[in-house]
């Protein structure tokens, strides 16, 4: 379980990601809350991040870049609308994560495939192995 200082990192980034258009939409605020509630930060808190500056904290794991970069993706996908900004911008927080770019552009692509852009967890996992062997 990641520390306070990276819980709050990890919803910061995706407020951050979240306001790309200038305007947090309530399928993606809902979102956000229920990911603030996985990570039992309390609605007061999560509600301050909105308005407050944190400092930002790459994911110290692999698995947790992964993780991280899949919510990343989940969000921004819940309002079922997609950029260019959007999907160059999260490309390049994955770079930013230290994750492999042909993992993160074959994951871009693939999503299209699934319902909702929904990529299985399995496959995501299964796509960064391939990129790490």
Known sequence: MPTNK???SILSEMISFAKVNNK???????FLFSVAQQLEVSKKTFDSLFTSHVEHVIPKSQSERILQFHRLVLLMNVDNEQDINEVKRIYDIGLKMGLPPGAIQQVLSIMHKYPNKVVPPDMLISIFKSHYN
């Open 24 to 30: 947090v939409k309530e399928s993606e605020y809902d």
């Open 6 to 8: 990276e819980k709050l």
